[in-house]
């Protein structure tokens, strides 16, 4: 079945910028039925989506995060990518990547398959 | 910006209970846009509820969703052990294109 994978580095020091791949197994990141998206999670808070994207390369973006966040896909290697640049201590975070349903039709949209997460944190 | 409300944010219950669960959106939502799901601890979310009423695939008939507007519904009709978790309600608006999330509502053991 289709399965998600985060990788990255697990720390990276202020003013940086943060660089996530996602690599989707067991099914294809260029189906037109779905888009992709990262969401993050603070330590012991709630959830954030950050953006998403189409395999196509259309891109929507978190307002809030929009001038620091790029969201890519690579659909030779089957992976999209996310970076966060001018990090600080408030990006410290799981991130996950996760398929999005739905969006294509408009229809019943929602994040149906998630990856296990990856932590980062920002540290000098 | 579409703000949700979960309550309550703690719901300390006892197996084979009942559990009914709130989402409050500050200006109408699209059932299409309306999702719940389960996390537990060291553990990704996971979707339990699309379209507002829709059971997610391998999701167990003892969650429902219900509601509509502003005001949404999850219920777990007799809570199993493995349901103490934190659920959330999603919403997603599209001027501008925005997911949002709830803070969640903990469910845990009397």
């Known amino acids: 079945q289709l399965q998600l994978q985060e990788s990255g580095p697990g720390l990276v020091k202020p003013s940086e910028t943060l660089s996530l791949t996602c690599t989707v197994s067991?099914?294809?990141?260029?189906?037109?039925?779905?888009?992709w998206g990262w969401i993050r999670q603070p330590p012991g808070k709630g959830l954030e989506w950050i953006g998403s994207?189409?395999?196509?390369?259309?891109?929507y973006y978190n307002p809030s995060l929009k001038s620091r966040v790029t969201i890519s896909v690579d659909t030779s290697k089957n992976q999209f990518s996310l970076k966060l640049s001018s990090v600080t201590a408030a990006d410290t975070a799981v991130y996950y990547c996760?398929?999005?349903?739905?969006?294509?039709?408009?229809?019943?949209?929602?994040?149906?398959?998630w990856g296990q997460g990856t932590m980062v944190t920002v540290s000098s | 910006e579409i703000v949700l409300t979960q309550s309550p944010g703690t719901l300390s219950l006892s197996p084979g209970e009942r559990a009914t669960l709130s989402c409050r959106a500050s200006?109408?939502?699209?059932?299409?846009?309306l999702a719940w799901y389960q996390q537990k601890p060291g553990q990704a979310p996971r979707l339990l509820i699309y379209?507002?009423?829709s059971r997610a695939t391998g999701i167990p008939d003892r969650f429902s969703g219900s509601g509509s507007g502003t005001d949404f519904t999850l219920t777990i009709s007799r809570l199993e052990p493995e349901d103490f978790a934190v659920y959330y309600c999603?919403?997603?608006?599209?001027?501008?294109?925005?997911?949002?999330f709830g803070p969640g509502t903990k469910v845990d053991i009397k």
């Open positions: 379209g507002a009423s």
């Open positions: 200006q109408s939502v699209s059932s299409s846009y």
């Open positions: 996760a398929r999005l349903r739905g969006y294509s039709y408009g229809y019943r949209v929602a994040f149906d398959i």
């Open positions: 999603q919403q997603y608006g599209s001027s501008p294109p925005l997911f949002t």
């Open positions: 067991g099914g294809s990141i260029s189906s037109s039925s779905y888009y």
């Open positions: 994207i189409y395999y196509s390369g259309s891109t």
